[in-house]
């Protein structure tokens, strides 16, 4: 079981906004910085956020990531169909040694 | 742009040995975590560990006792090697390439940038 925890689903219309909380601990979220992965059914994860909130190329600025002590969030602006996805936090966990991923949440676009 | 492909038996016995292949587009090994990472149906992502290109390796603890990682760079090439494997392994298995990120106190923490597709290994008599 993951020691970073995340909502099972989160949900919006178009146009609206969603966030996503991630929830660790001070071994993991509290010491070291959060990435973000985004997944789409049948394909590999992606890079989506690094270093708390740092955007890779090519990813829009409506989706944005924040830190606050043992805790962090992923959100979505300006919700799009093409948003559609599980995300998943992660983290090296000091305590553990091992990098750790949170549960994943499944986001909808309704 | 760098590419990974995972390959290997997509089928393998309880007790056996799961061995897998990644080979990278780059031949470049340096300065990067070469990794693997697993996914069992319906489930989400599991860091099984990774090799530095100087050789050093991280693993799971929950997988360290079974896990072996090696890097072949005259192949452009790293492989995983999973033994004693029961149901429970049945899993997609990704390799990535993995690099240092500096916070602003110049401490590193990993980050996985390039994924390769993903293969599926069933663990069944």
């Known amino acids: 079981q993951s020691v970073l925890t995340q909502p099972p689903s989160a949900s919006g219309t178009p146009g609206q906004r969603v966030s996503i909380s991630c929830s660790g601990s001070?071994?993991?979220?509290?010491?070291?910085?959060v990435n973000w992965y985004q997944q789409f059914p049948g394909t590999a994860p992606k890079l989506l956020m690094y270093?708390?909130?740092k955007r890779p190329s090519g990813v829009p600025d409506r989706i944005s990531g924040s830190k606050s002590g043992t805790s962090a969030s992923l959100a979505i602006s300006g919700l799009q169909s093409e948003d559609e996805a599980d995300y998943y936090c992660?983290?090296?966990?000091?305590?553990?040694?091992?990098?750790?991923f949170g549960t994943g949440t499944k986001v909808t676009v309704l | 742009q760098v590419q990974l492909q995972e390959s290997g038996p997509g089928l393998v016995k309880p007790s056996e040995t799961l061995s897998l292949t990644c080979s990278v587009s780059?031949?470049?090994?340096?300065?990067?975590?070469w990794s693997w990472i697993r996914q069992s149906p319906g489930k989400g992502l599991e860091w099984i560990g990774y090799?530095?290109?100087?050789?050093?390796?991280k693993f799971n603890p929950s997988l360290r006792s079974r896990v072996t990682i090696s890097l072949h760079t005259s192949k452009n090439q790293f492989s995983l090697k999973l033994n004693s494997v029961t149901a429970a392994d049945t899993a997609i298995y990704y390799c990535?390439?993995?690099?240092?990120?500096?916070?602003?106190?110049?401490?590193?923490?990993?980050?996985?940038?390039?994924w390769g597709q993903g293969t599926l290994v069933t663990v069944s008599s």
């Open positions: 270093g708390n909130y």
């Open positions: 090799i530095y290109y100087t050789g050093s390796t």
């Open positions: 990535a390439r993995g690099v240092d990120y500096f916070d602003a106190s110049g401490y590193p923490s990993p980050l996985f940038d390039y």
């Open positions: 992660a983290a090296w966990d000091d305590s553990l040694n091992a990098y750790v």
């Open positions: 001070t071994s993991n979220i509290g010491s070291n910085i």
């Open positions: 780059t031949a470049s090994f340096s300065n990067y975590y």
